[in-house]
């Protein structure tokens, strides 16, 4: 079992910047691969960025160059570095782990742990 809490949202204005982090309990992190979704009232959760165990990276079309995925085993976190935030990147955001550690899946079914959320507000 794998419990990850998210913190780091706000409220900020466009072209500004946040860091999410996700801190994962257990001693088995460094096995997961992990992703950072993103859900906006109305739509369906999206997978914004991903981590392979073996630190390959996925990012969405609509964040690349701006959002930046790592991880920290050691220390057992995940952090999504967000800058020029847009209005457009307002969502509850979610950590995620699945036991597929080598796959960088964007479908939230293939994850098998959820964090909570945290809001992120871009206001224009």
């Known amino acids: 079992q794998v419990q990850l809490v998210e913190s780091g949202g706000g409220s900020v204005q466009a072209g500004e910047s946040l860091r999410l982090s996700c801190a994962a309990s257990g001693n088995t992190f460094s096995t997961y691969a992990m992703g950072w979704f993103r859900q906006a009232a109305g739509e369906e959760r999206e997978c914004v960025a991903g981590v392979s165990r073996i630190n390959k990276t996925y990012y969405t079309d609509s964040v690349k160059g701006r959002f930046s995925i790592s991880r920290d085993n050691a220390r057992n976190t995940l952090a999504l570095q967000m800058n020029s935030l847009k209005p457009e990147d307002t969502a509850v955001y979610y950590c995620?782990?699945?036991?597929?550690?080598?796959?960088?899946?964007?479908?939230?079914?293939?994850?098998?742990?959820w964090g909570q959320g945290t809001q992120v507000t871009v206001s224009s």
């Open positions: 995620a782990a699945t036991s597929h550690g080598l796959v960088i899946s964007i479908a939230p079914s293939q994850y098998d742990y």
